[in-house]
């Protein structure tokens, strides 16, 4: 009895989501839609958060950041899908995307190693940000944009996004999630305006 009250208040007070988009499996690692999951790993890493707990379409790990009660999240239901899994875990913890939800994701509009912050927005085509709109059912909540480069004129979209960066890019992107990581430790702290003009 003692451990599930302490299990039930320690769900109560998470303050903040934060998600990272892409797609399960070995075959999409690494790849430029992953970008998401990968600063995911780093906070993990960083934190000491274990990313190990299935549930809600998604693995999911509790921890502090900054002295914030966070849920570090990677949607497994492919990106396409990704509002099934966020829109489910802010039910469940009754939080309001507008002020606890956080969604790090890769933009084509942005060159390899840049970061765009936001605190709303379309979702600008990409369709596992339109899926956490959907579900969530408002525009309005924080996210970080990590370039990944714009696709060549010939290449198929799904192609390019699902391929790999070349090293050089890749070190470009490495670069961008340690930063994507720097621009969290403010956000939890209620400091977007800061992180917006530090990285944007």
Known sequence: MIRLF???RKEEDIMFIIAGLGNPTGQYEKTRHNVGFDVID?????YNIRVTEKRHKALCGSGIIEGRKVLLVKPQTFMNLSGE????ILRFYKLEPETNLIVIYDDISL???RLRIRKK???????GVKSIISHAGTQEFLRIKIGVGEKPKDWDLADYVLGRFSKEDRELAEEAFGKACDAVSLMVREETDRAMNLFN
């Open 6 to 8: 302490q299990k039930l």
């Open 42 to 46: 780093l906070l993990a890493d960083k």
């Open 85 to 88: 899994s966020i829109g489910a």
């Open 111 to 113: 060159p390899p190693g």
């Open 121 to 127: 927005g379309s979702a600008g085509g990409h369709n």
